[in-house]
Each structure stands twice: as structure tokens, then as C-alpha cells.
């Protein structure tokens, strides 16, 4: 089939789509069919950038906690730090820092109340370096005060620990003995040590619920290290290249280590807010096709009022793929016009929520972190959902154009 065929069957369409109908419930058919495209594409393109929006917010919040690589062991727990080339590591030049960790599962008592919590074992500039002091909501994320190791709670474990900064009260820290245990003494099998609540941040992550920050030091007291740390953190300058960094990385400490972003390190949420969001496509897909299920109707309708001109155009010398096309084309007009217009709607709804922000998340009465709906439109999104529309139209647009076979004017015509 030539272009020109297309060209003249594109142009039938076109004209069938606007021309006069002698039954106007076809018009009324086809424009209800339009009209419910658009508005489902319309809601799939908001739905999609609000999920866009969240998750950036959500990600923006756990990448400003994160280190732009962590480094652990591949197999095991812990590993020393005089085997781990932490020198050359240091000397690229688009490395800003890298930083020791321990971190691991400790009990916390404070007043007998008693949390199972991370504790992270930090460097002194730790937090300052990584502008923690902007999350900080009470005290201050000084780690020593004299000689004193502090810790810096989230606020979720001050609120639970119910914890009094101004109280010279101090946290008990249990860890389990990494060699000897006696078990006929329970309380000699953990190691024990004393610190003091000295700031509370909120990070608005898991981090508010589970982890307290400590020096170092006392971390490796508590849990029995010498020089051992769980994971090593690296810091970029700001316009480091993220990729050749890694390959650099990965040469200097082998296929012993194992080498995670910021999106790797919380890879469980993001591959959940990934699969919530493709849920939600398919959903708001299906009733797209449901939608679209009525140009099937109208298309059969219109078949039946152009038999006079589909009689005409064949003594013409019409091919009958030709007269399929003219109504294939005819069904995916009017979903693309739908969709095209649903599309526009859609990202301009986007837009207004983005700069007046009218959609207010509790209907504007209570407090929230976010006080209204994030919305940001990725151009992906929009040909995913103009693609979608276009293999559905064809889908419900072949069923009536290809039953012309079964019509008595299409059997009796001659090929």
C-alpha cells in the first residue's frame, strides 16, 4: 500500500469525523466517546505527576540523608579498616570526603523505657559536613560536651524514649558480646555503656523512627570493635561525574566490596513507589479502554450510514483495505484528538496546582509536611500515556473496520 492510499484514506477520515450525520446519535456517540478519553487521560497524566511529585520530595528528603556511595562488605558485617585502601580513596580528586560508619541494631533505656534502635556510629564533622544542623529541631548535634559522647536522636526516638534534653539523665546502650557469653548471667552476655541525649532531628524518613547518631568511638566501644567499621561513606564535590567516580572506586577496592548510590541505598522504596505508580497506570488504563470501547458503537453506526458511499468509492476503484483504513483511522482520530486534548488539560491542571497550589492535602485544616499536592510532569509519562492511547484506539478501532467483511455490500463486491 502506496502513501498516497494512506494519505486518501486519512483524508476520508478526517471528513467523516466532521461531515453532517443523518443519525445524530452518532455524533452524540462519538463525541461521548471523545469526551471520556479525555478526561481519562487527563486523570492518568495528574495521577502520574502527582506520583512524580511525591517522589521527589520523598527521594530529595533520603538523598540529603545518604552519602552519594556507601561501601560495604560484600559477604559479612564488618571489616577492618587497615585492609580498606581509604588513603587512595581520598586522593581523587572528586571525592570530597569519605567517612567511617558503624552501624547496627542496640537496645536504648531511658528511664525504663526501652527501644530497639540503629545506632550510627558517626566521625565528629559527620553532621556538619552533611548540613544536618538544618534538620535539627531541639538541642544542638554537638557529639561531645565535655568529654561526654552525646547522641543526636530522630524524633521519633525522643518522642517514643520520651526523652528531656535538659534532664542530666543518662541513655543506657545494650549490645550483645561478640565473644564471650555467659549464659547463666544474662546480663553479662551484652556489652554496656552510658550516653547523653543531646539533640533531636527530623529528617522526615525511617531515620526519625530508628536511628540515633553517636561518636564513633563510643559506637566501637559499645559493640566491641577495634578498628572495624560496617560501611564506608563517600562524598562528592559538586560537579563530580557520579559514574566515572564509580568506576574509579570499584577499581581501587575490588570485587570484595559492594558499591551503592543513593537510590540503591534505599532500593526497597523505591522499587515500591515504582510498582505503586505502574499499579495505578494499569488501573487508570483499563477504564481508558472501557472508555474507549464506544467508538466500537459509533464506528459500527457510521459503517452502516456510508454504505451508499463505501458502494460509491468501490466503483471508483477503491481497494477494500481502503475502506477498512477510512474507518480504522476514523476510530483512532477520535481517540488521539481525546487524548490530545485530555493531555493538555491534564498538564494544564498540573499547572495550576504547581503555582496556586489548590488541592491542599487534609483540605488545608491540619498541619502537614506537605501542605499541598507535589505534581511534576516527566515527559516520559506523557508518551507513555499518548502511546497507550494510540495501541488502544487501534485495538477498538479494528473490530468494526475489519467486520465490513461480514457485510453483505463488502461480500458481493468484486476485489
Known amino acids: 500500500m502506496d502513501k ?107 528511664e525504663e523505657r526501652q527501644e530497639l534502635l540503629y545506632v ?70 551484652f556489652n554496656t555503656q552510658y550516653i547523653i541525649a543531646n539533640g533531636v532531628l527530623a529528617t522526615n524518613t525511617n531515620y526519625d523512627e530508628n536511628y540515633i547518631f553517636c561518636p564513633i568511638h563510643f559506637v566501637r566501644e559499645l559493640m566491641g570493635y577495634q578498628n572495624e567499621v560496617t560501611s564506608v561513606e563517600v562524598h562528592l564535590a559538586e560537579k563530580a561525574n557520579m559514574a566515572n567516580v564509580r568506576r574509579q572506586i570499584a577499581d581501587i577496592i575490588g570485587e570484595k566490596y559492594v558499591i551503592k548510590d543513593k537510590y540503591e541505598q534505599e532500593e526497597s522504596l523505591y522499587k515500591t513507589m515504582k510498582s505503586e505508580k505502574f499499579m495505578i497506570y494499569l488501573i487508570l488504563a483499563f477504564i481508558l479502554l472501557l472508555a474507549a470501547f464506544n467508538i466500537i458503537g459509533a464506528l459500527g453506526m457510521l459503517i452502516l450510514e456510508k454504505q451508499t458511499d463505501t458502494a460509491v468509492l468501490f466503483s471508483m476503484g477503491a481497494s477494500k483495505s481502503l475502506i477498512q483504513r477510512v474507518f480504522l483511522y476514523e476510530g483512532v482520530l477520535v481517540s488521539a484528538l481525546g487524548g490530545v486534548a485530555g493531555t493538555i488539560l491534564g498538564a494544564f491542571i498540573c499547572f495550576l496546582q504547581q503555582t496556586f497550589h489548590l488541592v491542599k492535602l487534609g483540605g488545608g485544616n491540619t498541619h502537614y509536611i506537605i501542605p499541598y499536592y507535589p505534581v511534576r510532569i516527566h515527559f516520559a509519562d506523557i508518551l507513555v500515556v499518548l502511546l497507550t492511547i494510540l495501541v488502544i484506539s487501534i485495538l477498538t478501532s479494528l473490530i468494526p473496520a475489519y467486520n465490513l467483511k461480514k457485510s453483505a455490500l463488502y461480500r458481493n463486491t468484486a476485489l
Open 4 to 110: 498516497k492510499s494512506h494519505r486518501t484514506a486519512l483524508f476520508l477520515a478526517w471528513r467523516y469525523l466532521f461531515s453532517k450525520k443523518e443519525h445524530n446519535i452518532i455524533n452524540v456517540i462519538s463525541g461521548v466517546s471523545m469526551i471520556g478519553i479525555m478526561v481519562s487521560t487527563a486523570a492518568l497524566v495528574v495521577v502520574l505527576s502527582v506520583f512524580n511529585g511525591m517522589s521527589d520530595i520523598i527521594g530529595g528528603w533520603f538523598n540529603a540523608l545518604h552519602a552519594d556511595f556507601e561501601i560495604t562488605l560484600k559477604e559479612g558485617k564488618s571489616f577492618a579498616v587497615d585492609d580498606f585502601p581509604l588513603a587512595q580513596l581520598q586522593q581523587l580528586p572528586e571525592i570530597k570526603s569519605v567517612d567511617e560508619i558503624v552501624c547496627d541494631l542496640a537496645l536504648a533505656n531511658y
Open 120 to 189: 550510627k556510629g558517626i566521625p565528629d564533622n559527620y553532621l556538619h559536613d552533611n548540613h544536618f544542623e538544618n534538620m535539627l529541631i531541639d538541642g544542638d548535634t554537638a557529639l561531645y560536651k565535655l568529654r561526654q559522647p552525646c547522641a543526636i536522636l530522630g524524633s521519633g526516638v525522643a518522642g517514643k524514649l520520651e526523652v528531656n534534653l535538659l534532664s542530666y539523665e543518662l541513655m543506657k546502650m545494650y549490645y550483645p558480646k561478640r565473644t564471650k557469653k555467659n549464659f547463666s548471667n544474662p546480663a553479662d552476655a
